[in-house]
């Protein structure tokens, strides 16, 4: 996903932050090690050492994003979450990352029991195929929806594995993961509040942001 772009609607402190990146940043502690996996340009990185005086290092697949970040001066290889994660020590980081990119992996699963291995807790965001609009244009158009957080058409989207709120508790559970926050961001990058109900935060939150740990 492109981080300098972001969703329609989302408020954001600078040009180029999401909102979903301002929450996960809230969610490290300062001074961490953290190893942000999709780093794309480095918007994250940057703003962990800002925000949280974190020690931020980067994967990336695509040479551009790689390039970028080294540009910039940040510690980044280009790497591929689905079979570069192996190459990590046990507890290599206290937080690994992985933000709007699991779905676009070939094993999920693989890879968040990689991500729990290596980090001492985990943050994942991913846009929640569960939206209400997602539903709405699978029912009256019957065909796969497109929205500001899924722009792409069924035939070139690099989206391999999407899946709902309620299907990422699911995969938490088989992947052994302790679930220690999730919070739902509506269309207008709004917190959701920690009291609606889960199907509630499955219909109306547009993308999610979950903190794991083993």
């Known amino acids: 996903m492109n981080l300098n772009v972001p969703p329609h609607g989302l408020r954001t402190t600078t040009d180029t932050s999401r909102v979903d990146l301002l929450l996960i940043a809230d969610m490290v502690t300062p001074g961490a090690r953290v190893l942000d996996i999709g780093c794309g340009d480095g918007t994250l990185m940057r703003l962990l050492a800002a925000k949280r005086g ?39 980081f206290d937080y690994a990352i992985l933000s709007q990119t699991i779905q676009a992996t070939y094993s999920p ?17 991913f846009p929640n195929f569960g939206h209400w609009r997602v539903r709405t244009q699978l029912l009256f158009g019957g065909k796969m929806p497109k929205t500001d957080n899924l722009p792409d058409r069924w035939y070139d989207t690099p989206n391999i594995h999407l899946c709902t ?4 508790l699911d995969l938490c559970r088989d992947a052994g993961a302790k679930v220690e926050r999730v ?22 939150g547009e993308q999610a942001v979950f903190l794991l740990s083993r």
Do not use: W
């Open 109 to 125: 699963k693989d890879v968040l029991e990689q991500l729990l291995r290596i980090g001492g807790r985990v943050i994942v965001s």
């Open 165 to 168: 709120i309620k299907d990422f």
């Open 54 to 92: 974190a020690d931020a290092r980067g994967i990336e697949l695509s040479q551009a994003g790689v390039n970028s970040c080294v540009a910039q001066g940040l510690a980044v290889i280009q790497g591929d979450a689905d079979t570069d994660l192996v190459h990590y020590p046990d507890l290599a």
């Open 183 to 204: 919070v739902a961001l509506n269309a207008y990058g709004t917190k959701l509040g920690v009291s609606m109900p889960l199907f509630m935060q499955n219909l109306f």
